[in-house]
Protein backbone atom coordinates (compact mmCIF):
# COMPACT_ATOMS: atom_id res chain seq x y z
CA UNK A 1 0.00 0.00 0.00
CA UNK A 2 2.72 2.32 0.95
CA UNK A 3 4.58 1.90 -2.15
CA UNK A 4 1.51 2.24 -4.26
CA UNK A 5 0.89 5.77 -2.57
CA UNK A 6 4.43 6.59 -3.28
CA UNK A 7 4.00 5.97 -6.48
CA UNK A 8 0.73 8.59 -6.67
CA UNK A 9 2.99 10.97 -5.05
CA UNK A 10 5.11 10.53 -8.86
CA UNK A 11 1.99 11.17 -10.16
CA UNK A 12 1.26 14.59 -8.05
CA UNK A 13 4.60 16.03 -9.47
CA UNK A 14 2.96 15.11 -13.13
CA UNK A 15 0.42 17.66 -12.41
CA UNK A 16 -2.06 14.97 -11.53
CA UNK A 17 -4.62 15.96 -9.06
CA UNK A 18 -5.69 13.44 -6.49
CA UNK A 19 -9.11 12.41 -7.97
CA UNK A 20 -6.97 11.83 -11.34
CA UNK A 21 -4.61 9.66 -9.96
CA UNK A 22 -7.36 7.29 -8.38
CA UNK A 23 -9.06 7.69 -11.48
CA UNK A 24 -5.60 6.14 -12.84
CA UNK A 25 -5.25 3.44 -10.29
CA UNK A 26 -8.81 2.26 -11.26
CA UNK A 27 -8.06 2.34 -15.15
CA UNK A 28 -5.25 -0.13 -13.95
CA UNK A 29 -5.86 -2.40 -11.53
CA UNK A 30 -9.32 -3.00 -13.39
CA UNK A 31 -7.00 -4.38 -16.49
CA UNK A 32 -4.77 -6.37 -14.34
CA UNK A 33 -8.08 -7.68 -12.06
CA UNK A 34 -9.07 -9.16 -15.36
CA UNK A 35 -6.36 -11.30 -15.85
CA UNK A 36 -6.13 -12.46 -12.57
CA UNK A 37 -9.39 -13.72 -12.57
CA UNK A 38 -9.05 -15.28 -16.06
CA UNK A 39 -11.28 -13.25 -18.07
CA UNK A 40 -9.74 -11.12 -20.42
CA UNK A 41 -12.31 -13.04 -23.26
CA UNK A 42 -14.51 -9.75 -22.41
CA UNK A 43 -11.63 -7.45 -23.65
CA UNK A 44 -10.23 -7.40 -27.39
CA UNK A 45 -6.46 -9.20 -27.37
CA UNK A 46 -5.27 -4.89 -27.76
CA UNK A 47 -6.62 -3.91 -24.37
CA UNK A 48 -4.66 -7.03 -21.97
CA UNK A 49 -2.51 -6.29 -19.03
CA UNK A 50 0.31 -8.25 -21.18
CA UNK A 51 0.04 -5.51 -23.78
CA UNK A 52 1.13 -2.60 -21.05
CA UNK A 53 3.76 -5.15 -19.51
CA UNK A 54 5.42 -5.77 -22.75
CA UNK A 55 4.73 -2.13 -24.43
CA UNK A 56 8.40 -0.39 -24.59
CA UNK A 57 9.48 3.09 -25.56
CA UNK A 58 5.59 3.50 -26.69
CA UNK A 59 3.72 2.73 -23.53
CA UNK A 60 2.39 5.91 -23.17
CA UNK A 61 0.86 5.74 -26.90
CA UNK A 62 -0.27 1.92 -26.01
CA UNK A 63 -2.02 2.90 -22.74
CA UNK A 64 -3.84 5.69 -24.36
CA UNK A 65 -4.65 3.22 -27.55
CA UNK A 66 -6.25 1.04 -24.52
CA UNK A 67 -8.19 3.80 -23.25
CA UNK A 68 -9.44 4.89 -26.34
CA UNK A 69 -10.79 2.05 -27.47
CA UNK A 70 -11.95 1.01 -23.85
CA UNK A 71 -14.37 4.80 -24.14
CA UNK A 72 -15.29 4.69 -27.86
CA UNK A 73 -16.16 0.54 -28.45
CA UNK A 74 -17.19 -0.56 -24.99
CA UNK A 75 -21.05 -1.32 -24.53
CA UNK A 76 -22.84 1.45 -23.77
CA UNK A 77 -24.81 -0.41 -21.08
CA UNK A 78 -22.78 -3.00 -18.42
CA UNK A 79 -20.31 -1.81 -15.58
CA UNK A 80 -17.84 -1.98 -18.78
CA UNK A 81 -19.33 0.85 -20.36
CA UNK A 82 -19.93 3.03 -17.05
CA UNK A 83 -16.39 2.39 -15.80
CA UNK A 84 -14.54 3.68 -18.58
CA UNK A 85 -16.99 6.16 -20.15
CA UNK A 86 -14.94 9.21 -19.99
CA UNK A 87 -11.60 7.46 -20.01
CA UNK A 88 -8.21 9.21 -20.25
CA UNK A 89 -5.05 9.83 -19.20
CA UNK A 90 -3.19 13.11 -17.86
CA UNK A 91 -0.31 11.36 -17.35
CA UNK A 92 2.76 12.81 -18.87
CA UNK A 93 5.85 11.12 -18.42
CA UNK A 94 6.38 7.49 -19.44
CA UNK A 95 8.59 6.26 -17.08
CA UNK A 96 5.99 7.41 -14.00
CA UNK A 97 3.39 5.37 -15.84
CA UNK A 98 5.71 2.19 -16.15
CA UNK A 99 6.39 2.28 -12.64
CA UNK A 100 3.22 2.03 -11.74
CA UNK A 101 2.38 -0.77 -14.07
CA UNK A 102 5.14 -2.64 -12.48
CA UNK A 103 4.15 -1.95 -9.27
CA UNK A 104 0.82 -3.47 -9.73
CA UNK A 105 1.85 -6.38 -11.53
CA UNK A 106 3.83 -7.44 -8.63
CA UNK A 107 1.50 -7.32 -6.22
CA UNK A 108 -0.23 -10.74 -4.91
CA UNK A 109 -3.36 -11.20 -5.81
CA UNK A 110 -4.29 -13.19 -2.73
CA UNK A 111 -2.87 -13.14 0.49
CA UNK A 112 -3.97 -15.29 3.63
CA UNK A 113 -7.45 -15.19 1.83
CA UNK A 114 -7.80 -11.15 0.94
CA UNK A 115 -8.29 -9.64 -1.69
CA UNK A 116 -5.52 -7.29 -1.92
CA UNK A 117 -6.32 -5.16 -4.37
CA UNK A 118 -9.43 -4.20 -3.03
CA UNK A 119 -7.28 -3.58 0.59
CA UNK A 120 -5.40 -0.92 -1.70
CA UNK A 121 -7.86 0.41 -3.42
CA UNK A 122 -9.92 1.61 -0.36
CA UNK A 123 -6.58 2.39 0.93
CA UNK A 124 -5.77 5.05 -1.60
CA UNK A 125 -9.56 6.24 -1.14
CA UNK A 126 -8.65 6.50 2.49
CA UNK A 127 -5.39 8.38 1.88
CA UNK A 128 -7.27 10.91 -0.02
CA UNK A 129 -9.85 11.72 2.10
CA UNK A 130 -7.03 12.40 4.45
CA UNK A 131 -4.85 14.22 2.51
CA UNK A 132 -7.00 16.17 0.92
CA UNK A 133 -10.31 16.87 3.78
CA UNK A 134 -12.25 19.06 1.73
CA UNK A 135 -15.41 17.42 0.46
CA UNK A 136 -13.95 14.01 0.78
CA UNK A 137 -15.88 13.41 3.61
CA UNK A 138 -18.99 13.31 1.89
CA UNK A 139 -18.29 10.72 0.88
CA UNK A 140 -16.03 8.30 2.67
CA UNK A 141 -16.31 7.01 6.20
CA UNK A 142 -13.23 5.58 8.03
CA UNK A 143 -13.57 1.52 7.47
CA UNK A 144 -12.71 1.34 11.81
CA UNK A 145 -15.84 3.24 12.05
CA UNK A 146 -17.62 0.73 9.34
CA UNK A 147 -16.44 -2.58 10.76
CA UNK A 148 -17.49 -1.33 14.19
CA UNK A 149 -21.19 -0.37 12.84
CA UNK A 150 -21.30 -3.33 11.01
CA UNK A 151 -20.45 -5.69 13.48
CA UNK A 152 -23.09 -4.02 15.77
CA UNK A 153 -25.57 -4.28 12.97
CA UNK A 154 -25.12 -8.04 12.13
CA UNK A 155 -26.05 -8.49 8.55
CA UNK A 156 -27.62 -11.40 7.43
CA UNK A 157 -27.66 -14.03 4.54
CA UNK A 158 -30.15 -13.17 2.36
CA UNK A 159 -30.77 -9.30 3.78
CA UNK A 160 -31.84 -6.44 1.49
CA UNK A 161 -29.22 -4.29 2.51
CA UNK A 162 -29.34 -0.60 1.70
CA UNK A 163 -27.21 2.28 1.48
CA UNK A 164 -29.14 5.65 -0.31
CA UNK A 165 -25.51 7.55 -0.40
CA UNK A 166 -23.62 5.19 -1.34
CA UNK A 167 -20.47 7.04 -1.69
CA UNK A 168 -17.81 4.25 -2.48
CA UNK A 169 -19.36 1.36 -1.34
CA UNK A 170 -18.01 1.23 2.51
CA UNK A 171 -20.70 0.01 4.28
CA UNK A 172 -21.90 -2.02 1.54
CA UNK A 173 -19.10 -3.89 1.39
CA UNK A 174 -18.52 -4.23 5.10
CA UNK A 175 -22.05 -5.78 5.20
CA UNK A 176 -20.84 -8.13 2.66
CA UNK A 177 -17.49 -9.55 3.95
CA UNK A 178 -19.51 -9.86 7.29
CA UNK A 179 -21.47 -12.14 6.10
CA UNK A 180 -19.08 -14.21 4.37
CA UNK A 181 -17.20 -14.26 7.10
CA UNK A 182 -19.79 -15.34 10.00
CA UNK A 183 -21.23 -18.41 6.93
CA UNK A 184 -17.62 -19.71 6.91
CA UNK A 185 -17.74 -23.70 8.44
CA UNK A 186 -21.32 -23.46 8.29
CA UNK A 187 -23.42 -26.16 6.99
CA UNK A 188 -25.94 -23.78 5.01
CA UNK A 189 -25.21 -22.93 1.69
CA UNK A 190 -23.77 -18.92 1.75
CA UNK A 191 -26.17 -16.66 0.44
CA UNK A 192 -24.90 -13.05 -0.23
CA UNK A 193 -26.88 -10.27 1.08
CA UNK A 194 -29.01 -8.32 -1.55
CA UNK A 195 -27.17 -4.54 -2.26
CA UNK A 196 -28.81 -1.97 -2.91
CA UNK A 197 -27.48 1.57 -3.16
CA UNK A 198 -27.70 5.18 -4.98
CA UNK A 199 -24.99 7.67 -5.66
CA UNK A 200 -25.65 11.16 -7.09
CA UNK A 201 -22.27 11.88 -8.31
CA UNK A 202 -21.10 10.09 -11.61
CA UNK A 203 -17.43 9.84 -10.72
CA UNK A 204 -17.70 8.81 -7.32
CA UNK A 205 -20.61 5.97 -8.58
CA UNK A 206 -18.19 4.71 -11.37
CA UNK A 207 -15.32 4.73 -8.09
CA UNK A 208 -18.39 2.47 -6.62
CA UNK A 209 -18.93 0.59 -9.24
CA UNK A 210 -15.35 -0.38 -9.10
CA UNK A 211 -14.51 -1.05 -5.60
CA UNK A 212 -17.75 -3.18 -5.62
CA UNK A 213 -16.57 -4.91 -8.32
CA UNK A 214 -12.77 -5.69 -6.74
CA UNK A 215 -14.52 -7.14 -4.12
CA UNK A 216 -16.76 -9.71 -6.44
CA UNK A 217 -19.85 -8.05 -5.67
CA UNK A 218 -22.74 -7.77 -7.82
CA UNK A 219 -23.64 -4.36 -8.54
CA UNK A 220 -27.12 -4.89 -10.54
CA UNK A 221 -28.79 -2.54 -7.64
CA UNK A 222 -26.52 0.02 -7.40
CA UNK A 223 -28.21 3.33 -9.08
CA UNK A 224 -26.66 6.57 -10.28
CA UNK A 225 -29.52 9.13 -9.11
CA UNK A 226 -30.75 10.78 -6.52
CA UNK A 227 -32.05 9.84 -3.26
CA UNK A 228 -33.82 13.06 -2.99
CA UNK A 229 -35.40 12.90 -6.09
CA UNK A 230 -38.17 10.24 -7.20
CA UNK A 231 -35.13 8.04 -8.33
CA UNK A 232 -35.61 6.50 -4.32
CA UNK A 233 -38.08 4.44 -5.98
CA UNK A 234 -35.13 2.50 -7.53
CA UNK A 235 -34.25 1.40 -4.35
CA UNK A 236 -36.21 -1.01 -2.58
CA UNK A 237 -37.33 -1.40 1.28
CA UNK A 238 -34.62 -2.43 3.29
CA UNK A 239 -33.83 -5.04 5.98
CA UNK A 240 -30.76 -3.19 6.88
CA UNK A 241 -29.59 0.12 6.08
CA UNK A 242 -26.10 1.24 6.80
CA UNK A 243 -25.41 5.40 5.44
CA UNK A 244 -23.18 7.89 6.25
CA UNK A 245 -25.67 10.79 4.14
CA UNK A 246 -23.64 13.82 3.58
CA UNK A 247 -23.87 17.15 5.73
CA UNK A 248 -24.52 20.71 5.08
CA UNK A 249 -26.47 22.85 2.96
CA UNK A 250 -27.81 20.95 -0.43
CA UNK A 251 -28.59 24.05 -2.10
CA UNK A 252 -32.30 23.49 -2.49
CA UNK A 253 -35.23 21.53 -1.47
CA UNK A 254 -35.82 18.04 -1.84
CA UNK A 255 -37.93 17.09 -5.57
CA UNK A 256 -39.45 14.24 -3.92
CA UNK A 257 -43.26 14.28 -2.08
CA UNK A 258 -43.45 11.83 0.00
CA UNK A 259 -41.20 13.28 3.02
CA UNK A 260 -43.53 14.61 5.11
CA UNK A 261 -41.71 16.71 8.10
CA UNK A 262 -38.57 17.35 5.64
CA UNK A 263 -39.62 17.92 2.01
CA UNK A 264 -39.28 21.79 2.49
CA UNK A 265 -35.85 21.29 4.33
CA UNK A 266 -32.40 22.58 1.89
CA UNK A 267 -29.92 20.40 3.81
CA UNK A 268 -29.35 16.97 3.10
CA UNK A 269 -28.82 14.92 6.79
CA UNK A 270 -32.84 15.73 7.65
CA UNK A 271 -34.28 14.70 4.51
CA UNK A 272 -31.88 11.51 4.01
CA UNK A 273 -32.56 10.13 7.98
CA UNK A 274 -36.30 10.73 6.87
CA UNK A 275 -35.70 8.62 3.65
CA UNK A 276 -34.29 5.72 5.90
CA UNK A 277 -36.93 5.50 8.36
CA UNK A 278 -39.40 5.53 4.98
CA UNK A 279 -37.36 3.13 3.53
CA UNK A 280 -37.13 0.03 6.51
CA UNK A 281 -39.17 -2.45 6.49
CA UNK A 282 -41.39 -3.60 9.51
CA UNK A 283 -39.12 -5.72 11.56
CA UNK A 284 -35.85 -3.94 9.49
CA UNK A 285 -33.06 -1.79 11.37
CA UNK A 286 -30.54 1.30 10.48
CA UNK A 287 -27.72 2.70 11.52
CA UNK A 288 -27.07 6.15 10.14
CA UNK A 289 -24.46 8.63 10.68
CA UNK A 290 -25.76 12.25 11.62
CA UNK A 291 -24.29 15.74 12.54
CA UNK A 292 -24.86 17.12 16.25
CA UNK A 293 -27.85 19.60 14.85
CA UNK A 294 -29.71 16.70 13.70
CA UNK A 295 -30.03 15.70 17.83
CA UNK A 296 -31.15 19.38 18.86
CA UNK A 297 -32.37 21.45 16.27
CA UNK A 298 -36.45 22.58 16.69
CA UNK A 299 -38.57 23.15 13.93
CA UNK A 300 -38.50 20.55 11.36
CA UNK A 301 -35.53 18.49 13.25
CA UNK A 302 -37.51 18.58 16.12
CA UNK A 303 -40.49 16.76 14.56
CA UNK A 304 -38.43 14.36 12.83
CA UNK A 305 -37.14 13.19 16.14
CA UNK A 306 -40.29 12.70 17.46
CA UNK A 307 -41.53 10.97 14.83
CA UNK A 308 -38.19 8.44 15.18
CA UNK A 309 -39.12 8.45 19.10
CA UNK A 310 -42.82 7.12 18.83
CA UNK A 311 -42.73 5.09 15.84
CA UNK A 312 -39.47 3.56 15.42
CA UNK A 313 -37.25 2.18 18.63
CA UNK A 314 -34.23 4.61 18.90
CA UNK A 315 -32.37 2.00 21.09
CA UNK A 316 -28.44 3.64 21.04
CA UNK A 317 -26.88 7.02 20.49
CA UNK A 318 -23.14 6.47 19.42
CA UNK A 319 -21.31 10.12 20.11
CA UNK A 320 -18.51 9.85 18.16
CA UNK A 321 -15.26 11.95 18.96
CA UNK A 322 -14.47 15.16 16.89
CA UNK A 323 -12.41 14.76 13.66
CA UNK A 324 -11.97 11.20 12.70
CA UNK A 325 -13.77 12.26 9.05
CA UNK A 326 -10.92 14.01 8.36
CA UNK A 327 -12.15 17.58 9.45
CA UNK A 328 -11.31 19.26 12.14
CA UNK A 329 -14.32 20.07 14.09
CA UNK A 330 -16.87 17.81 12.83
CA UNK A 331 -19.20 16.35 15.27
CA UNK A 332 -21.31 13.45 14.26
CA UNK A 333 -23.27 10.68 16.04
CA UNK A 334 -24.73 7.68 14.82
CA UNK A 335 -28.20 6.67 15.21
CA UNK A 336 -29.06 2.92 15.84
CA UNK A 337 -32.54 2.00 15.82
CA UNK A 338 -35.27 -0.55 14.82
CA UNK A 339 -38.62 -0.45 13.08
CA UNK A 340 -40.88 -2.73 15.46
CA UNK A 341 -44.62 -3.77 14.65
CA UNK A 342 -46.93 -1.42 15.85
CA UNK A 343 -46.00 1.42 18.06
CA UNK A 344 -43.23 0.52 21.09
CA UNK A 345 -42.18 2.96 23.57
CA UNK A 346 -38.25 1.77 24.76
CA UNK A 347 -35.03 2.98 26.97
CA UNK A 348 -32.18 5.08 24.44
CA UNK A 349 -28.86 4.71 25.15
CA UNK A 350 -26.52 6.76 24.61
CA UNK A 351 -22.74 6.33 24.44
CA UNK A 352 -20.43 8.83 25.03
CA UNK A 353 -17.19 8.07 23.00
CA UNK A 354 -16.32 12.05 22.42
CA UNK A 355 -16.08 13.79 25.90
CA UNK A 356 -12.50 13.28 27.28
CA UNK A 357 -11.08 11.45 24.44
CA UNK A 358 -7.40 12.04 22.59
CA UNK A 359 -8.03 14.43 19.80
CA UNK A 360 -7.66 11.99 16.98
CA UNK A 361 -5.80 12.44 13.95
CA UNK A 362 -2.48 11.10 12.17
CA UNK A 363 -0.13 11.73 15.47
CA UNK A 364 -2.93 9.62 16.99
CA UNK A 365 -5.09 7.39 15.03
CA UNK A 366 -8.76 6.58 15.49
CA UNK A 367 -8.37 2.71 15.97
CA UNK A 368 -10.64 -0.58 16.64
CA UNK A 369 -9.26 -0.87 20.31
CA UNK A 370 -10.87 2.94 20.64
CA UNK A 371 -14.18 0.89 19.88
CA UNK A 372 -13.55 -2.03 22.17
CA UNK A 373 -15.58 -0.75 25.31
CA UNK A 374 -18.66 0.42 22.88
CA UNK A 375 -19.35 -2.81 21.10
CA UNK A 376 -18.95 -4.88 24.26
CA UNK A 377 -21.60 -2.37 25.79
CA UNK A 378 -23.71 -2.92 22.51
CA UNK A 379 -23.75 -6.66 23.00
CA UNK A 380 -24.22 -9.26 20.85
CA UNK A 381 -27.88 -8.09 19.47
CA UNK A 382 -28.54 -6.10 16.94
CA UNK A 383 -31.42 -4.41 18.31
CA UNK A 384 -29.72 -3.63 21.41
CA UNK A 385 -31.75 -5.95 23.65
CA UNK A 386 -29.53 -7.86 25.67
CA UNK A 387 -27.79 -4.41 27.69
CA UNK A 388 -26.60 -4.73 31.15
CA UNK A 389 -29.58 -4.09 33.87
CA UNK A 390 -28.33 -0.32 34.54
CA UNK A 391 -31.48 2.14 35.55
CA UNK A 392 -32.56 4.69 33.48
CA UNK A 393 -30.59 7.81 34.44
CA UNK A 394 -27.48 6.33 35.97
CA UNK A 395 -24.35 6.95 34.25
CA UNK A 396 -21.54 4.25 34.45
CA UNK A 397 -19.05 6.51 32.98
CA UNK A 398 -19.68 6.75 29.14
CA UNK A 399 -23.46 5.09 28.53
CA UNK A 400 -26.50 6.36 30.30
CA UNK A 401 -30.18 4.90 29.65
CA UNK A 402 -32.85 7.35 28.83
CA UNK A 403 -36.82 6.31 28.87
CA UNK A 404 -38.94 8.48 26.38
CA UNK A 405 -40.60 10.07 29.19
CA UNK A 406 -37.46 11.51 29.94
CA UNK A 407 -36.93 12.28 26.30
CA UNK A 408 -40.26 14.01 26.18
CA UNK A 409 -39.56 16.22 29.10
CA UNK A 410 -36.34 17.58 27.29
CA UNK A 411 -38.58 18.53 24.37
CA UNK A 412 -36.89 15.38 22.56
CA UNK A 413 -33.96 17.11 22.13
CA UNK A 414 -31.09 14.16 21.89
CA UNK A 415 -27.99 16.39 22.58
CA UNK A 416 -27.50 14.08 25.41
CA UNK A 417 -24.12 14.40 27.76
CA UNK A 418 -23.60 14.27 31.06
CA UNK A 419 -19.08 13.87 31.01
CA UNK A 420 -17.66 16.95 31.54
CA UNK A 421 -14.97 17.46 29.02
CA UNK A 422 -11.73 18.34 30.76
CA UNK A 423 -10.02 18.87 27.47
CA UNK A 424 -9.30 21.38 25.41
CA UNK A 425 -11.29 22.03 21.95
CA UNK A 426 -9.67 20.14 18.98
CA UNK A 427 -9.85 23.67 17.31
CA UNK A 428 -7.63 24.68 19.95
CA UNK A 429 -5.16 22.32 18.71
CA UNK A 430 -4.95 23.55 14.67
CA UNK A 431 -2.10 24.84 13.52
CA UNK A 432 -2.09 24.16 10.00
CA UNK A 433 -3.53 27.41 8.23
CA UNK A 434 -5.27 25.14 5.94
CA UNK A 435 -7.03 23.68 9.10
CA UNK A 436 -7.78 26.84 10.62
CA UNK A 437 -8.92 28.10 7.42
CA UNK A 438 -11.58 25.07 7.16
CA UNK A 439 -13.05 25.76 10.50
CA UNK A 440 -13.24 28.82 10.12
CA UNK A 441 -15.36 28.24 7.38
CA UNK A 442 -17.03 25.94 8.59
CA UNK A 443 -18.20 28.07 11.48
CA UNK A 444 -19.37 31.03 8.67
CA UNK A 445 -21.45 28.17 6.69
CA UNK A 446 -23.24 27.21 9.73
CA UNK A 447 -24.11 30.97 10.51
CA UNK A 448 -25.01 31.95 6.80
CA UNK A 449 -27.25 28.36 6.76
CA UNK A 450 -28.77 30.25 10.24
CA UNK A 451 -29.39 32.92 8.52
CA UNK A 452 -31.31 31.58 5.30
CA UNK A 453 -33.23 29.58 8.08
CA UNK A 454 -34.33 32.65 10.03
CA UNK A 455 -35.34 34.13 6.42
CA UNK A 456 -37.31 31.66 5.73
CA UNK A 457 -39.11 31.34 9.09
CA UNK A 458 -39.99 34.90 8.61
CA UNK A 459 -41.35 35.25 4.93
CA UNK A 460 -43.92 31.71 5.70
CA UNK A 461 -44.77 33.52 9.04
CA UNK A 462 -43.71 30.57 11.25
CA UNK A 463 -41.59 33.58 13.71
CA UNK A 464 -38.24 31.62 14.79
CA UNK A 465 -39.02 27.32 13.94
CA UNK A 466 -35.39 25.77 12.02
CA UNK A 467 -35.93 24.16 9.12
CA UNK A 468 -32.77 22.39 9.27
Known amino acids: MNRIWRLCTLLRKDGVTYQQYVNELTYLIFLKMMKERQVEAALPAQCRWDRLLKAKDDLLAVYRDILTWLRTSSPAEGNLGIVFADATTIVRDQENLRALIEAIDELPWYDDGRDNFGDIYEGILERNAEESKR????????????????GAMRPASGEIVQDPAAGTGGFLIGADEFVRRTARGKRKAYKPPILTGMENVPDTHRLLLMNLMLHEIDTSGIHL??????????????????????????????SREDLQFTGAVSNFQ????????????????????????????????????????DVFHLHTILRLPIGIFYAAGVKTNVLFLTRPQGRKEGTTWVYDLRNNMPNFGKSTPFEQAALADFLEFFGSKSDGSDRPNVPAGEAPERFRAFTREMLAQRDDNLDLSWLRETSSSPEEQLTSPADIAGAIARHLTAAMAALDRLGEDLASGTGGGDDS
Open 270 to 309: LPFVEHCLNALKVGGRAAIVVPDNVLFEEGRARDLRRYML
Open 135 to 150: GAGQYFTPRVVIDAIV
Open 225 to 254: GDTLSADFRKLPLADLILSNPPFGPAGRRP
